[in-house]
């Protein structure tokens, strides 16, 4: 057993907490709960619990670990269902999990960098968005809808999904550029598919009508105030996850969607 401390983080709910409390009771026996300095952190909630849990530790991913517990149906970051908490200590405790690595978008917005595991976004719903697209220093298109989102192939199967982007494979090292509802007719054209891009181009989106626009990054939002540059890139940073069970993106596609 390779780690030593360990932290948990739980969804403000009733289920959660109590969860929390007896995963807690039964691991305290083994391992010495830190919060500061953990090397491996058990997120019990849903998805959403598992994203705040690694903005959490952003500036710790190097050293920490993540595996998570759900106290719904079973999610895309989450391999235990809450009756299964006896099994995650086990595991834990007695086996050597395989270290699955997710990509992070970079997102560079004036001087500060965000970071993404499912997605950043460009939306606006009260008037039509312009945005002028270069993939890397070419010019792509200028276009006018919602917004656009870039999604990371971990995040392809959340928001990206509902505007009917296509869904990665989680091993993919890529990222997706996808239009939320893009204007196209005789005056305006954009793209109006999908475009899966690779590790060595980067997006840059330049909104030229600001007003009322939002930045959101994961679970972060951010109001627009000027003409506004935003670069995505896919990052040299990753999240590493515990895999005591490796469940394949097909059956995780089975079981969420099917
Ligand atoms: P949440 O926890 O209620 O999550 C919203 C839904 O997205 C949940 O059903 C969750 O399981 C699912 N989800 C999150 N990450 C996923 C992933 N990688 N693959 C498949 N499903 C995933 O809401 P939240 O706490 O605000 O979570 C933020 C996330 O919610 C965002 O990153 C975004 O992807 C997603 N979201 C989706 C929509 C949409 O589909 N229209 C709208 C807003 C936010």
């Not at 792509?140 to 999904?161: D, P």
């Not at 204007?183 to 793209?191: D, E, M």
């Not at 980067?202 to 000027?226: A, M, P």
């Not at 999240?239 to 079981?255: C, G, H, N, P, Q």
Request: glycine share 4%.
């Amino acid at each position: 057993m390779f780690m030593k401390k360990y932290a948990i983080i739980a969804k403000r709910d009733e289920k959660s907490e109590k969860l929390k409390t007896k995963l807690k009771d039964a691991l305290d026996r083994t391992l010495e709960y830190d919060e500061e300095e953990p090397d491996i952190v058990i997120s019990v909630g849903g998805d959403g619990t598992m994203l705040y849990s690694v903005h959490r530790y952003i500036d710790k991913l190097e050293s920490v670990s993540f595996v998570g517990i759900h106290t719904g149906t079973l999610g895309f970051y989450t391999d235990y269902l809450s009756d299964e908490w006896q099994q995650l200590v086990l595991d834990i405790q007695m086996k050597d999990p395989e270290i699955v690595e997710r990509d992070l978008l970079e997102v560079h917005y004036h001087e500060d960098v965000f970071y993404a595991l499912n997605e950043m976004r460009i939306e606006n719903n009260r008037r039509s968005q312009v945005i002028d697209v270069y993939i890397s220093d070419e010019y792509l298109e200028t276009f006018r809808g919602n917004g656009l989102l870039v999604c990371t192939s971990s995040g392809s199967t959340a928001y990206n999904k509902s505007i009917y982007g296509a869904l990665l494979s989680p091993h993919m090292r890529a990222m997706e550029l996808s239009e939320i509802a893009g204007i196209n007719h005789n005056a305006y054209r954009c793209l109006g598919s999908s475009l899966i891009l690779d590790e060595t181009k980067y997006i840059l989106l330049n909104t030229l009508n600001y007003r009322n626009s939002v930045l959101c990054v994961d679970l972060d939002s951010i109001e627009l105030t000027d003409n506004e540059l935003v670069e995505v890139y896919l990052s040299d940073r990753t999240v590493r996850f515990l895999d005591y069970r490796e469940v394949s993106f097909i059956e995780r596609l089975k079981r969420a969607f099917l």
